[in-house]
């Protein structure tokens, strides 16, 4: 008998549903929080054997640091929730990272239109 190989989208199917389950918490579960009210989710990626999933968030709020220390210390109890939501044996670490994509967008914008 032949051993199935592991799907090679295994990771991103993950991250995705990790991404979906914490930005419905966040919509959920702090949807009145100041500071976390405007975080959107805006990509996922699994890692280390999709024990730990990597989340970029874009937010609108100039205080990054706030954003990402709110977010730091919300951690523990958004993953309780996503473990609670989640459909799997194990729950991954997860760790928030800023996507600056928009902002780089808009620079290189603006370098192509002054030349």
């Not at 295994?10 to 009145?32: F, H, M, P, S």
């Not at 309780?80 to 967008?105: C, H, M, S, W």
């Amino acid at each position: 008998m032949k051993k199935q190989q592991p799907s090679s989208n295994r990771g991103e199917r993950i991250a995705a549903k990790v991404q979906t389950l914490v930005a419905e918490i966040l919509r959920d579960n702090y949807n009145e929080d100041p500071i976390l009210g405007g975080v959107s989710l805006v990509g996922a990626v699994a890692h280390g054997g999709l024990q730990f999933v990597r989340l970029f968030y874009y937010s609108r709020d100039p205080d990054l640091t706030a954003v990402q220390k709110r977010l730091d210390a919300a951690t523990r109890d958004i993953r309780f929730e996503l473990a609670r939501r989640i459909n799997q044996k194990y729950v991954p670490e997860i760790r928030f990272t800023y996507d600056d994509t928009l902002e780089r967008g808009a620079h290189i914008d603006e370098l192509l239109r002054n030349l």
